[in-house]
């Protein structure tokens, strides 16, 4: 796939290093690979709701205090909110999106289960302390932003 669109349907992002692909994308309608880097299709998704990758990240850092793995609001409308599992730039880096997460269950200290409202379990190398950490300030994200009434609805 050339460009693609985080939608509603994305569950995780997960670099992939092959010959012809950079990253997989497991959805709601299966496994997706692409040319683009996991942070490349971020981007080009804020785009694609209007918004842009640096501008996101700033106002969240500005409301949020947090300066380091920022969650990530893709689209207001449609719910869609990211987070890295490191810092956005690491060639390692992991993006969740939350909107159709259930649990986070913990495999070993270096390994965990993401579990979705589909029924899918993705395993991970991240440790599940890690993931709840961020999972729990994404969701402080959705909820300061529910709240703010003047914010745009994109």
């Known amino acids: 796939m050339e460009k693609y669109i985080v939608d509603e349907y994305a569950f995780q992002m997960k670099p992939y290093q092959d010959l ?9 309608n299966g496994i997706i690979k692409s040319k683009q880097t996991p ?27 947090y300066k380091y793995k920022v969650p990530i609001i893709l689209c207001k409308i449609k719910g869609i909110y990211a987070f890295p599992t490191n810092s956005p730039g690491n060639y390692q880096t992991e993006w969740i999106f939350v909107n ?10 270096q390994q965990s289960e993401i579990q979705y409202k589909d029924g899918s379990k993705i395993i991970t190398h991240i440790s599940a302390h890690i993931l709840n950490k961020q999972l729990t300030r994404t ?13 745009d609805h994109h």
Do not use: F, P, W
């Not at 299709?41 to 500005?62: D, F, L, P, V, W």
């Not at 159709?100 to 200290?109: D, G, R, S």
């Not at 969701?139 to 914010?151: E, F, I, P, Q, W």
């Open 100 to 109: 159709n997460l259930i649990k986070i269950n913990e495999i070993n200290k």
């Open 20 to 28: 012809e692909y950079n990253t997989k994308i497991y959805t709601q």
């Open 139 to 151: 969701y402080a994200l959705m909820h300061m932003v529910n709240m703010d009434k003047g914010a």
């Open 39 to 65: 942070l490349e299709i971020i981007k080009g998704s804020c785009m694609a709701y209007y918004s842009n990758y640096e501008g996101r990240r700033q106002a969240t850092m500005h409301k949020t205090k």
